[in-house]
C-alpha cells in the first residue's frame, strides 16, 4: 500500500521521484538479444555440381529466402531459376563431406524483391520441438529426421529433443514457465506435440508457445513445421518486400520495468524489426527506434497480428497486457 503524501510543496516533486527512477532505468537497461539465429538460406546441398542440380538447389534456396512452397514454381522467379548459374558465388563441402553451393544472395534478394515477392528475414526464431510423451528409440529418430527435413528445407533451424514440460513435482508448467525455459535453453519458441507415445504417423495435439501468444492446433507430424513456418513468413507482397529502413514507434501503457520487458521482448520477436534499441521515455510511454522492411509502413504490418499491441495513431500504439492468450 502507498504511503500518504503530505500536502507540503515537497508533495509534487517528491511524487516525480519514482517515475524518474523507472525512465532512467529504462534507459540503463538493455536491450536483450534474441536468440532468433541467422540461417544459411543461400548455401544449399547438391548432388552435382551440373545439369539440372542447380536449378534445384536453387528452388530451394528460394523457398527458403521467402518461406513460400510456391516459390519453387513460382512463375515471377522463373528466370532466376533458370539463371541459377550466373548466381553461383562459392562451392563448398558440409559437415557430412557433401557437396554445397553458395548462391551470391544479395543479388538474388534484390531479384526477388524487383520480381514483388517479399523476404523472409533470414534472423528467424530457434525453435525447440519435443514430443509428449517420448516416443520408442527408432520412432523417435524417424520423427526427428521427418521435422528436420521439412525445417530445412523451409529455412527454419530447430532442436527436437527432450524438454521438461512439468515442474520437479510433476505438474504442467505454464506457459509462462515454459518460454522461461525455452529462452534458458538459447530458443525463441517451443512448439509441443502431444499424442498417446506410441507412434507419431496420426494427428497430434500441437501447441507453439511464443513470447507473444500460445497457439493449438491438431494436425499430423509431417504437417507440423509447415503450419509454424506458414503463420511466420511476411505476405507474399506489400511493405515487408521494401528494403529495410528506420522506424520509430510510441507506446503507450507501459507502466513499470516489467511491461517494458515484455513489450521489448515482443517487438524483438516481430520478425523483420531488426537493432531495436530505446528512443526515450515520458510518463507512462516508450518510444523505440528500430530497423525494419518497409519503415513504419512494414512495422505497423508486423503489429497489426498482436493482439497486445492496440493502434491509437500513426507510429502510436498502447500496451494491453491482458490481451491475448499467450504466456
Not at 515471377?76 to 557433401?98: C, E, F, H, N, S
Request: net charge neutral.
Amino acid at each position: 500500500m502507498p504511503r500518504p503524501v503530505l500536502k507540503t510543496s515537497c508533495a509534487n516533486r517528491c511524487a516525480r521521484v519514482p517515475v524518474l527512477t523507472l525512465a532512467a532505468a529504462w534507459l540503463l537497461l538493455p536491450l536483450s538479444a534474441q536468440a532468433a539465429r541467422a540461417v544459411p538460406v543461400y548455401t544449399v546441398d547438391v548432388a552435382e555440381r551440373g545439369g539440372s542440380a542447380l536449378q534445384d538447389a536453387m528452388r530451394q534456396a528460394l523457398v527458403r529466402a521467402t518461406g513460400q512452397r510456391e516459390a519453387a514454381d513460382d512463375p515471377a522467379l522463373a528466370t532466376i531459376v533458370a539463371d541459377a548459374p550466373k548466381y553461383v558465388k562459392d562451392w563448398d563441402t558440409g559437415a557430412r563431406g557433401q557437396s554445397q553451393v553458395v548462391f551470391d544472395g544479395t543479388a538474388i534478394d534484390r531479384a526477388v524483391t524487383a520480381a514483388g515477392r517479399a523476404l523472409w528475414d533470414p534472423a528467424r526464431p530457434y525453435t525447440l520441438v519435443v514430443l509428449d510423451p517420448p516416443l520408442r528409440r527408432a520412432a523417435a529418430d524417424a520423427a526427428r529426421a521427418q521435422l528436420e527435413k521439412v525445417a530445412a528445407e523451409r529455412g527454419l533451424l530447430i532442436s527436437v529433443g527432450p524438454f521438461a514440460l512439468n515442474d520437479s513435482g510433476g505438474a504442467p508448467l505454464d506457459g509462462a514457465a515454459l518460454m522461461e525455459a525455452t529462452r534458458k535453453a538459447g530458443g525463441d519458441q517451443l512448439l509441443v506435440g502431444r499424442g498417446d507415445g506410441t507412434a507419431a504417423t496420426g494427428a497430434l495435439q500441437w501447441t507453439l508457445y511464443t513470447s507473444a501468444t500460445a497457439e493449438s492446433w491438431q494436425g499430423p507430424l509431417a504437417a507440423a513445421i509447415d503450419h509454424v513456418v506458414d503463420g511466420l513468413v511476411p505476405r507474399p507482397t506489400g511493405a515487408l518486400a521494401q528494403a529495410e529502413s528506420p522506424a520509430r514507434v510510441r507506446i503507450e501503457g507501459v507502466n513499470t520495468l516489467t511491461d517494458y520487458a515484455n513489450v521489448t521482448r515482443l517487438l524483438q520477436a516481430s520478425l523483420g524489426v531488426r537493432r531495436l534499441g530505446i528512443g526515450e521515455v515520458n510518463g507512462s510511454s516508450a518510444v523505440f527506434d528500430a530497423n525494419v522492411r518497409g519503415g513504419l509502413a512494414g512495422l505497423e504490418q508486423l503489429l497489426a497480428g498482436q493482439a497486445r499491441f492496440a493502434r491509437v495513431g500513426d507510429g502510436e500504439y498502447r500496451y494491453q497486457p491482458q490481451a491475448g492468450t499467450g504466456p
